[in-house]
């Protein structure tokens, strides 16, 4: 492996890093001390001796040890009690039971352990993992037809019915399900709320990254279904996959003119859910200028009051005015 190879900070290549977890005994440890530290405080240490009761009891002291020492430095930190190992590797010779001697030293979650359970938890539910037409409340903007949120395999979308044109289609952990109808749409309008706003920041809400950011038309993707605006914007992480196509409206619910010119008319942006913002949902403000490069414009009217936004070819903003004039509000991201 050379040195432009990603690497994890176990210093593995990233298919060496999840073999480790191919084995039910390690991905029990893991789960164990993910059960153990819950969701408040600092993660707790388990001894070997209550770590191998939780997960596999009848196994050797030493094939267990075994096992737990192949975590170790990767997902697993060997916390330092009396008398014991000096560089947390839990490597420094003798057997189980004296290596392993309760004497305040014990097991923790690393990082990239609580981060990797974290990934598995939120893709686990009980009961129905399914939602079928849930009412947003809105008509659509193209036929009047009501709107309705479904969910199912990690996707929330919302969809028309009449027209079939679909405004949100995002992955969504199975944390946003309740029992109550009214609870699901704000867990779903609050965290597609958040991961568009992180993309929209340059942000990949998944791994930290900055993604990629570019017009495109809607005609080119390859989705089955009919598409009535004219541009979005595709947000692409480099680092670890993760996508997403935002409105034009969307991109720019972070912007603070847009944020300001809403606030003073009574609108709160910050908070709105995005389907019940029609500029958001539609291409009703946007106006394409030229396609290469791209050059789009965004208006916002709202009685005397006017908004313009131009974005160039990597949507970077390059022109506001509010009434004509120019406008700089402050640097600063209002989120």
Do not use: K
């Not at 330092?80 to 190992?85: F, H, K, T, W």
């Not at 923790?108 to 079928?132: C, D, I, N, Q, Y």
């Amino acid at each position: 492996m050379s040195e432009d190879d990603p690497t994890t900070y176990g210093g593995l290549s990233p298919v060496a890093a999840l073999s480790l977890v191919g084995n039910d005994t390690r991905a029990g440890v893991l789960w164990a001390l993910s059960e153990a530290r819950g969701s408040e405080g600092d993660p707790p240490v388990l001894s070997f001796s209550d770590l191998r009761d939780r997960v596999a009891p009848e196994m050797p002291s030493s094939q267990f040890n075994y096992h737990l020492q192949e975590l170790v430095g990767q997902y697993v930190e060997r916390r330092e009690g009396v008398g014991g190992d000096r560089d947390g590797s839990g490597r420094d010779g003798g057997d189980a039971a004296t290596l392993h001697a309760d004497r305040g030293a014990g097991y923790a979650l690393r990082s990239e352990g609580t981060f990797l359970t974290r990934l598995v938890r939120a893709g686990t539910f009980t009961g129905e993992g399914t939602r079928e037409g849930i009412p947003v409340g809105v008509d659509c903007y193209f036929c009047d037809e009501p709107l309705a949120v479904t969910y199912e395999h990690w996707i929330a979308e919302v969809q028309c019915d009449g027209c079939e044109h679909v405004y949100d289609h995002n992955f969504t952990p199975p944390g946003v399900l309740a029992d109550d109808p009214d609870a699901v749409l704000a867990q779903v309008a609050a965290f597609n709320r958040a991961h568009r706003l992180a993309f929209a920041r340059g942000v990949c809400p998944l791994c930290g990254s900055e993604p990629s950011a570019s017009f495109v038309d809607p005609a080119t993707l390859p989705y089955p279904r009919p598409d009535h605006r004219e541009v979005l914007v595709h947000r692409g992480c480099g680092h670890c996959g993760h996508l997403d196509y935002l409105t034009v409206g969307e991109t720019l619910l972070r912007d603070p003119a847009v944020v300001a010119f809403c606030f003073a008319h009574g609108e709160d942006v910050t908070t709105t859910r995005l389907w019940e913002l029609e500029f958001a949902m539609t291409d009703d403000v946007v106006d394409v200028r030229d396609r290469d490069p791209w050059r789009v414009a965004f208006a916002l009217e709202r009685g005397d009051d006017r908004l313009g936004i131009v974005l160039d070819d990597d949507v970077a903003v390059v022109d506001r005015t509010w009434n004509g004039a120019e406008h700089r509000p402050p640097s600063s991201d209002p989120f």
